[in-house]
C-alpha cells in the first residue's frame, strides 16, 4: 500500500518528531534537532511523491525516481545477493552470516544502529534512496512545503549528491571502499567480486531518477568523469594507507591479473616477453588502472599539478610493488599522494570543459593505445569506458557525422575484448585502440 509522503516514516514520528518537522521546516528549530533516522525507500513511494509511473516535466524533479528504483535499478537486489548461492557459499568460507555480518551489510544494506531505523525501516530494501540521499526524518515532510529548497535538506542533513566530488565519495564508498566498509583479497578469494568503477560510465548505464544535467551544462558527463578519476585515486591511496595498518601485503591492491590468468607456454607469454621493469620478477605490482587513464586527463587539464601528482603516485608505485618495502613508508607516501590527489580533484571539479577539450582528451587517450594496453585488462577497462563517454559527449557537441557507426562499433569492439579478463591480449586490444583513434574526426 502506498503511504502519503508526509506521514510515512512510522507512528513514532506521527505523535512527536513530525511535530517537530513542521516547525522546522518553519525555520523555528536548528538544523539536525531531532536525531536523524532511516525510514526506508517506502516513504518516498508515495505517487504525489516519488512513486509515479511516468516522469513529471513540470516539477523540479521527475517523481518516479522511486518507481524508477524498484523496478529497473540493480540496487534493490543488493540484499537479496546475499541470500543467493554465491553469498551463502561466501558465507560458508568466510565462517559468518551474510544477512547479519556488518561486512556484507554495509554495502548491500543500510548497516545502522537501532536507534537510526525508524519503524519503517527494512534491511531487506537492499541500497535504496537512503544510502545516497542520507537518512530522511529530520527533511522528508519538510522537504515537500512550500517554498522548501535544496539547501534547508541539506542543513537537515540530506547529502549532496549534486557536489561531484561527493557524489564520487559516496559511490566510491562502496564501489572501492573507505574506513569502513572493505573487500579484500580473502573476500574475492571467497567469491566476492573484484572491484573497480568509472563513475561516468557507471552513472551511464544506471536507470536514471535525476535529471541528466546536459541542458544546464553540456559537459556535465565528462565534468563527472574527471572529477570522478580524480576522486577514485584519491581513496584508492587513502585505502593503501590504511590496510598498511592491518597488513601488508593487502593483494587486494595489487595487479589481480599479473597471478590469475591463462597460462600459456613461456614461448606465448606476453607478460615474458614485456618483462618486469621496475620490480622484481615475482612480485605483482599495483593496479595502475585508477591512475593511468587520470594522469593523461589531469596533465591536460593542470599540467603543473599533474607533474606534482606523478612525482608522488610513482613513489607509491614503487614501494607497493614491492612485497618487502617498509609499510610505515607506504603508508605515509600514499597519504603524501593522497593530499595531492585531493588538491587536483579540487582543480578538477572548478575546471572549465569545453568541446575542444572533451574532443582533445579523446583523442590523447586513444593516441595512448600502446602504453594503456600493456598495463594489463584493468588499465584497457578504464581506458574503454573514458572512450566511451568522451565520444558520446563529443558526438552530442558536435552533431553526429557519418562516421558515427563505425567508431561506436569499434568502442564496442574494445568492451568485447574485456568480456574474459584472464584471457586479455594487450597487442590486439593495442590494434583495436589504434582502429578507435584513425576514425576519429
Known sequence: MMKPCLFSVGSSLRNRDTFLLLLAAGGLLQAQTVPAQYTGPGSCSSSSCHGGVQPRQETSVLQNEYSTWVVQDKHTRAFAALTGDIGQRMGRILNLDTQKSSRCLTCHAIDVDQSQKASSFDRNDGVGCENCHGPASNWLGPHTTRGWNYE????LGMYDTRDLIKRSEKCL?????????????EMIAAGHPDLYFEQASFEAVMPRHWADGTEKDPSIEVKTMVVGQAVQLRENLLRISRNTSRFWPEYAELDCFSCHHSLVAAKDSWRQERGYQGRRAGNPPWNPSRYAIFQLVAAEIDRNSAQQLDSEVKKVLALVSDIVADKVQIAK???????????????MAAAQIDTARTNRLLKMIAADYERIAWQGERTAEQATMAIDTLFIASSRANGKTGNDGPVRAAINTLFQLLQNPSAYNPQTFAHQMKNVEALLP
Request: glycine content about 6%.
Open 152 to 155: 534547508k535538506s541539506l542543513a
Open 173 to 185: 564508498s562502496c564501489h572501492l571502499g573507505n574506513g569502513e566498509k572493505y573487500v579484500d583479497h
Open 333 to 347: 607516501a600514499a597519504a603524501s599522494a593522497a593530499e595531492v590527489a585531493d588538491a587536483v580533484a579540487k582543480r
